[in-house]
């Protein structure tokens, strides 16, 4: 039987680093295998905040991969200010954080670059894609944002060929995300945000969400959402099985960016009266950062009692990091502390989970994060205001360590796995 051919529109691929790359990375590799050809429509000279050369193990073997040229304002915006670099990853200086020029680069970037700085992409891309989709028979388009200026390349292929299936994937929300109160948009900005936003609702055939949450709020503003969440590769074999052997040390490692925006405060307060309060726990306790730590962050975590539990990696290739989750006894995972963000189910939450160890998660009250978190038996999720559940759920983990079993058994995790997810989708393509 001949293959379907799927057109997908990505902003990040490899060498691309980050949690960006990984969804649709993932779903290419197992898409032929349910009679689906990928070919995959990436800008020739993007400007990545991350790159990560291990990646291209999972690009597949021949596939076709179509570029042209994207030209990006960051290279003036970094001469401007250097943390605007900081943006490119999505993160911000927050409150008494933020300099004049912060303040600035976002005004420009919220209300100059509609939906973002990737929009000059979109009018070349719609010329050159609708000669290409006459060209060529493809059977769905894929368009996955952010930068959600990939969806409005959609949208216009959609108006000039409505025969077009089309499904946007939002890996994060659009309005809705967290930052957006923080972009100091004009009320026409806002609106202007707000209406493309509903149009691509509106105008794709399937909008996909990576949240339970997600799906719910697109659906009740007009979007036809179907949830498929992220998660972990089985191929990466063994990189995932548990290491039952004992390590010296007590580790909670957190993986990943963190920003000022999703820091918990209190698991740091929690962690520093347990070191001054509990000798054995202190004898024993490693804290451990693989990724890029918020150096306000970092300072703070540095004057405490911390200090000298702390070991800051640095940012590693996905390979190491996995290694470093498998040197671990735990792990943590934060998200946005309002509400609004209840729908955030972080990338690394499911290799996390395919690594068997403990998860500790702070984040919003009724977050999808606990949905699953409690449907596996993988952890506990706390409120940003939780310190004293905090404390004793880490001694209660700290006590299994000292004897030696710490890891119980998760349950129902494969259904998170990246090749049952693609099943998924090609069920929704169908």
């Known amino acids: 039987m001949e293959q379907k051919k799927i057109l997908i529109i990505t902003y990040y691929w490899p060498p691309a680093g980050g949690p960006g790359v990984q969804r649709w990375l993932k779903f290419a590799k197992y898409l032929p295998e349910f009679g689906w050809k990928p070919i995959i429509y990436t800008p020739e000279n993007p400007s990545y905040p991350l790159l990560d050369d291990s990646l291209m193990k999972d ?40 300099s004049w020029k912060s303040k600035l680069s976002i005004w420009v970037r919220g209300n100059f670059f509609i939906p973002d700085a990737r929009v000059f992409w979109v009018k070349p891309s719609i010329r050159f894609l609708e000669h290409y989709l006459k060209e060529n028979k493809i059977d769905a388009v894929v368009t996955s944002g952010p930068p959600h200026s990939l969806h409005l390349i959609g949208l216009g292929l959609k108006k000039k060929l409505p025969h077009l299936k089309w499904i946007a994937d939002f890996r994060d929300p659009w309005t809705e995300i967290s930052y957006y109160k923080h ?7 806002d609106k202007k945000h707000r209406q493309l936003e509903a149009a691509v609702f509106k105008n794709a055939d399937i909008t996909l969400a990576t949240s339970y949450t997600d799906a719910e709020n697109f659906r009740k503003a007009g979007a036809n959402a179907v949830c498929i969440t992220n998660g972990f590769d089985e191929s990466d074999g063994n990189q995932f099985t548990n290491s039952p052997k004992q390590s010296n040390a007590f580790t909670l490692s957190y993986i990943g960016v963190l920003e000022q925006l999703r820091n918990p405060e209190n698991l740091w307060k929690v962690l520093d009266e347990l070191v001054k309060e509990n000798s054995e726990f202190a ?25 000298n ?15 470093e989750m498998k040197t671990s006894d735990m792990l943590l995972i934060t998200n946005f502390p309002n509400d609004s963000s209840k729908g955030i189910i972080p ?8 690594s068997g160890k403990q998860i500790l998660s702070f984040g919003p ?31 209660e983990k700290f006590d299994f360590w000292k004897n030696g079993n710490l890891h ?19 069920k929704i393509l169908s």
């Open 283 to 307: 004898k024993h306790f490693s804290l451990k950062f693989v990724g890029r730590i918020d150096d306000k962050i970092l300072q703070s975590i540095e004057n405490s009692a911390l200090k």
């Open 347 to 354: 990338g690394k939450i499911f290799e996390y989970l395919a």
């Open 183 to 189: 972009l100091k948009l004009t009320k026409s900005s």
């Open 59 to 98: 690009v597949p073997e021949n596939i076709e991969i179509v570029r042209t040229k994207i030209w990006e304002p960051y290279q003036l915006a970094e001469k401007l200010n250097k943390s605007n670099k900081k943006f490119k990853a999505g993160q911000f200086d927050v409150g008494k954080n933020q």
């Open 309 to 323: 539990h702390i070991l800051n990696l640095g940012y590693l290739s996905h390979g190491k990091a996995v290694e």
């Open 365 to 395: 009250a009724g977050a999808d994060v606990s949905k699953i978190l409690e449907e596996t038996l993988a952890g506990k999720h706390f409120n940003y205001t939780d310190s004293e559940t905090v404390k004793r759920f880490i001694l």
């Open 408 to 426: 119980e058994n998760t349950q129902n995790i494969e259904q998170f796995s990246r090749r049952n997810l693609t099943q998924q989708l090609t």
